[in-house]
Each structure stands twice: as structure tokens, then as C-alpha cells.
């Protein structure tokens, strides 16, 4: 029988590719010795096929979508023509312009699955460790000028080789880590993972054959192409355009072209790469924009190599994204954050049932460390922000979310923070004190958190997008509020800052991050008085913050 007659049996086996991936996602997070992996989920894991194109994944971070594929074909590329892939082999790379694609700290580890003497599939995972050497504890940089200062590559490199591990290459990441047991125990997760997923296929290649595994891997991504075609013939055809402003001043656009079987994101005529980290690399600009492309066309569907059959991505080299080496990209995922918010901007007057208003547009990471004050040892505290999202063309935006390319990431545990990073949270709340994102539905709320310091020699690292630019609002709506981060010493001196970079901290200092609240939508004056009242009773205004004192005293005399 032909394996095309039997749904049930290729529908079995592309859940259970699914539930590989879930799997590994579980263990990765369960093994994990960073925060910012097993609370935060920055990582992903996936299966490809033999030629490395993606199959499935699961990913806490949509960031690292279409990612891990790279880091299989770059170890099919760099070794398969030489024989080099066997049984028991593991590869890492972290290479930004080749298989890691993202920035250093993100490090893939990439293990062939093989059935009868062949590759069937590849086994691929992706986490952030929290430092790979580099200029920056934590490996994070505001101001490098080339890719060396950012920390250790490792360009596509056997960890294992066929079953014994390359403990050069361990020692190599264990001596450039400021941070090497927690360091070397992500990675340890991340071989763990692969290999639970490496087993798990194995049973079902016992169960059902190399032959209707291999078919019904491929009739997946025959699936996800189908499915995206689908999507695209219920868009609004024609060519979308946007335009925004870098932190740094310069103009940024985006042209996106629908029709019935392609969706174009043609990026070019933007600025060239910059000599400061806030780079993409091509693969993950091509990132960015499937991400967008899903949230667009159907994100509760097949997330394989078959549905961005249908996406291009056009880009000048050497630009912002597009940057060629050695151009710094440890912050790329600003950029990769205006990328998606421009498709955003573009399409989102056309599909008001779909995309809510601008939103924080930022991952406002605050990386902050310093020496325990009883053991002398080196914490380093890596944490996203969540922020205000747009409003809604029939609802507020919803407050206090991760940005769009953290998507289901969660924010940080005070109790992790505090019982590990050697800081004390004193407020984490909703902002109120700010009256931007008015409209009909107003933009969701940012946040405020405040970490005093309880470290020596201690410093902070953090970048904000949307510093000096706002969340755009949509049919009339106002702008959001901006992001931004701020030093508060003993004395009452207080410095605000978009960008800092290693900034001295001392005992008792606190930090406080502000994130921004989303842009609104509808004309603000026709706002219920009954919502502008819930809004004040809720803590989400106050009466003298409120852009809407008329409505707002209409609603409370109604009372």
C-alpha cells in the first residue's frame, strides 16, 4: 500500500513529530541552570528533515523562528560532502552569519538522526547562555564595533564525534565564560535534549519505517505550503507601505507586496550596516518577517519550511538587515523588533480585525551583575520586560506583554531574581503615570520595576527601542508612551537612559525600568465615560494624568 492512503497513519506521525518537539522543549527547560532559559524560555528546539528543512517546532521565543534550520544545513554545507556526519555526532555553532544566525550568546546544537545507514532527520536546538565571553559580563554590548568583542564564535564545530565528546571545544567555552558552571550546564541541557528527541524518533521509525516517516515528513511541509497559500488568498491584495525612525535618527521603510501566491517584504534602500551591535544578519531579518507573516496569515497553524515557501525577503547587502560580517549584531533583536513592527504598521490599517496599534516594540533587557557580597561570586541578572501592546479597533490593548519576537516567553520571577541575583524588587506594578495610547480603546499599560542592588563591584547593561520614538496609534488614536531605564542612588540623583552600557553600580543603588504603553486606536473622544472610569479605578490613570478630564469628570458625577 502506498503510504498517500493512509491519513491516519501520516496524521499519527506528524503529531508525534510534534510531541518530539515538545518534548525536548520540556527537557531543555527542566535541565537548564540559567533563568533566562528555564523561566524566561529563551529557546527553541525543532526537528528538519535530511536535507535540514524545518519539519516542526516548538519554541518559547517566535524570535528563533526559521532559525535552527540554518544551523543544520550550515552542518550539511561545512561536513556532509566530506563524510564527516556519522552515528553519534553532535555539532554547535553560534556562527551570527551562518548556522546561529541570531547574536553569540545564542548557541545551536544540531545531531543527525540516522535510520538504516541514512540521515532521516536532524534533531536542532537553540538557548541563550548567559555568557560567552566578550568585552561585557554577559556578553551583551552596547557598543561594539565588530563581532570579536561580543564573545566567542564557534563556527559549526563537532561536539561529539561519532559518540565521543570533543572535550577541547568544552574546555575552549568553559575558559572564555565569566560564568562557566552555568554556562557548560546549559549546554549540557541542550545535548540532553537533542538526545531525548534522537529517541524518540527512533521509536517511531521502529514502529512505522524509515519509508512513511521520511513520506510523511514531507507531505508536512507539503501541508504548510498549502495552508499558507490558503491564508494568503483571504489578504487584502496590493503594496503596503510604512515608515519609522531608528533610535538613532535614521529613517527606516518597508514595501510589502500581497498577492494570491506571494507575500514580498522588500526591505531595501534602508540604512547600510551600522558599526554599533544593532545589526541583523540576513536569516534573521527573514526571521523577523515570518514571524509577522504568521501573526498575519494564520498563527495557529503549521509552523514548518512549506508555509515561508510563499514569503520573500528582499534586502541591499550590508545593510541593517542584512549585515555581512564583521559587523556587531549582539543587539539584533531591536532591529529585529522594527522589522516586524513595520510589516505591522504597513498591513495593519488594512486588517484592523487582525493587528491591534503599535506596541512596546522593545525586549528592554536589563542585564545587570556584580559579586555576591558573602561568596565573592559573579551573578549576572538577564531579564526581558513586558509592556503595553496596542489597542484593539474593539478593545484595549492588553497590558504588560512581551514584545512581539518574545511572543509566549514569561516575564522574570521575583523570587528567582532575588534568591539568585543578589537584588531586591521593590515595585513591579502597571504604569499609571503616564496618559499616552488614548483613544476609543486605549493602549495596553507598560510596567514599572524597581531592583535595588545588593551586590558589589556591581554595573548594568540595558537597550530600549522606542526610547525616543513612540507606539503608533491607529484611526486616530494617540501614540504610546516610550521605554526607558533609570539609576536612583542613595543621594536622590536620578540618570535616565534608552542605552547604557556597563554602568557602575554601587550597594543600595536602584534600577527602575519603565516600559512604554501601546499605541490607541479610535478617536479618544468617543470613549465610554464609563470606561475612562474604570480605567481610574483600576490604577490604570489617575484623575491628573487623564487625557480625557472631561469624560473622565462626566463619568465620576454619573456615579
Known sequence: MHPSSDPFTLEIIQSALQAICDEMFMTLRRTAMSSIIYENLDFGVAVTDAEGRLACQGSGLPGFIGMLDSGVKHAIAKFGWQGLIRPGDMFMTNDPYAGGVSHLNDVVLVLPVFSDGEIVAWMANKAHWSDIGGMNPGSLTTSSKEIFQEGLQLPEVHLFDAGEVNQAVIDIIGTNSRTPDQTLGDMWAGVAAARVGEKRLHEVLARYGRQMVCFAIGRYLEDGRRGALRALKQLPKGIFTAEDTTEDGHPIRVAVTVSDEQFTVDLRGNPPQSATPFNCPYMCTRSAAQIIFMAITDPHGITNDGTFTCLTVLCDGSSIFNARRPAPVSRYSEPLMQIIDLVWKAVAPFMPEVLPAGQMNSVSSVVLGGRDQR?????????????????????????????????????????????????????????????????????????????????????????????????????????????????????????????????????????????????????????????????????????????????????????
Open 375 to 559: 561568596t565573592g561570586s559573579l551573578r549576572i541578572l538577564i531579564e526581558p520586560q513586558v509592556g503595553g501592546w496596542g489597542a484593539h479597533f474593539d478593545a484595549d490593548g492588553e497590558n504588560a506583554q512581551m514584545c512581539a519576537a518574545s511572543g509566549e516567553t514569561y516575564n522574570g520571577s521575583v523570587e528567582v531574581s532575588e534568591a539568585r541575583y543578589g537584588v531586591m524588587v521593590r515595585r513591579y506594578h502597571l504604569r499609571a503615570d503616564d496618559y499616552a495610547g488614548t483613544g476609543e480603546y486605549r493602549g495596553g499599560k507598560g510596567i514599572v520595576k524597581e531592583f535595588e542592588v545588593l551586590l558589589e563591584d556591581a554595573w548594568l547593561t540595558s537597550t530600549h527601542t522606542r526610547g525616543t520614538t513612540r507606539p503608533w496609534g491607529m484611526r486616530g488614536g494617540e501614540p504610546g508612551s516610550s521605554n526607558h531605564i533609570s539609576v536612583i542612588r542613595p543621594s536622590g540623583r536620578q540618570d535616565t537612559f534608552t542605552r547604557v552600557e556597563r554602568l557602575t553600580l554601587n550597594v543600595g543603588d536602584v534600577v527602575r525600568v519603565e516600559t512604554a504603553t501601546g499605541g490607541g486606536c479610535g478617536n479618544p473622544l468617543a470613549r465610554l465615560p464609563q470606561s475612562v472610569f474604570e480605567d481610574q479605578r483600576n490604577g490604570y490613570v489617575t484623575a491628573e494624568h487623564s487625557d480625557w478630564r472631561y469624560t473622565f469628570r462626566s463619568a465620576r458625577e454619573g456615579q
